[in-house]
Structures are given as structure tokens and as C-alpha cells.
């Protein structure tokens, strides 16, 4: 059964960082386009944080993170990586590990997706 396994979740201060990573199991997801989403408390929606695509590993990135969250792969580990700068109260969510093989036009469509992981919390305090 192929899973995703994210970690490297937990509690940091504001302006502080965390590395997120994302570890596919039963599958080599090297030809995937893989993202990342996050699910803020309250809310019912999973919004798109960033993508890192299978052929070129181009990066797409939400607005809210550009500049301060940085997509990568290490293909050799088959893991992917989400490294977040400069974290703010609102970056607070549990954030999932997904991947597709849909165009670089779809990356931001949560519902492109076909593997997800079990999502890991963050927690940004003030």
C-alpha cells in the first residue's frame, strides 16, 4: 500500500523555522509532482502551500508563503521537503504531504491529487 509520511511538525515562536519532510512509502514518487497542503483549525478547506513538479522540479507557491517557504526534493532519499522561514501565527495548521501526476497548471488543485500522507500539526505562537 503506498503512504506518505510526513514529519518535522511541532511548536516554534514566531519568526522561527521548521523543516517539514515527506517520505513515500511503497513507491518511488520520483515521475509525481509533489505538494503541500495545510488545514488551518476551524476551517473546512485545505489550501495549497507549494509543489515542487516530477520533470523539472519547477516550484509553484502560494501567495501567503512566497519568499519565506522553500519546496525541494531529494531524489536519491525519495523524500521531499518543505522548509518554512519566518513563521507567522497564521502559518499555524496541520500540513499534508500530497502527489499527482497532473499538469504544473493543476499543482494548485487539491482535488488533482491521488496520494495523500496523515498530515503533521505546526503550531506558530506569538
Known amino acids: 500500500q503506498v503512504q506518505l509520511v510526513e514529519s518535522g511538525g511541532g511548536l516554534v515562536q514566531a519568526g522561527g523555522s521548521l523543516r517539514l519532510s515527506c517520505a513515500p512509502s511503497?513507491?518511488?514518487?520520483?515521475?509525481?509532482?509533489m505538494g503541500w497542503f495545510r488545514q488551518a483549525p476551524g476551517t473546512k478547506e485545505r489550501e495549497f502551500v507549494a509543489?515542487?513538479?516530477?520533470?523539472?522540479?519547477?516550484?509553484h507557491y502560494a501567495d501567503s508563503v512566497k519568499g519565506r517557504f522553500t519546496i525541494s526534493r531529494d531524489s536519491a532519499k525519495n523524500t521531499v521537503y518543505l522548509q518554512m522561514n519566518s513563521l507567522k501565527p497564521e502559518d499555524t495548521a496541520v500540513y499534508y504531504c500530497?502527489?499527482?501526476?497532473?499538469?504544473?497548471?493543476?499543482?494548485?488543485?487539491?482535488?488533482?491529487?491521488?496520494?495523500w500522507g496523515q498530515g503533521t500539526q505546526v503550531t506558530v505562537s506569538s
Open positions: 511503497g513507491r518511488t514518487f520520483s515521475s509525481y509532482t
Open positions: 509543489a515542487i513538479t516530477s520533470n523539472d522540479d519547477n516550484t
Open positions: 500530497a502527489a499527482t501526476q497532473v499538469p504544473a497548471s493543476a499543482v494548485r488543485n487539491r482535488y488533482r491529487y491521488n496520494y
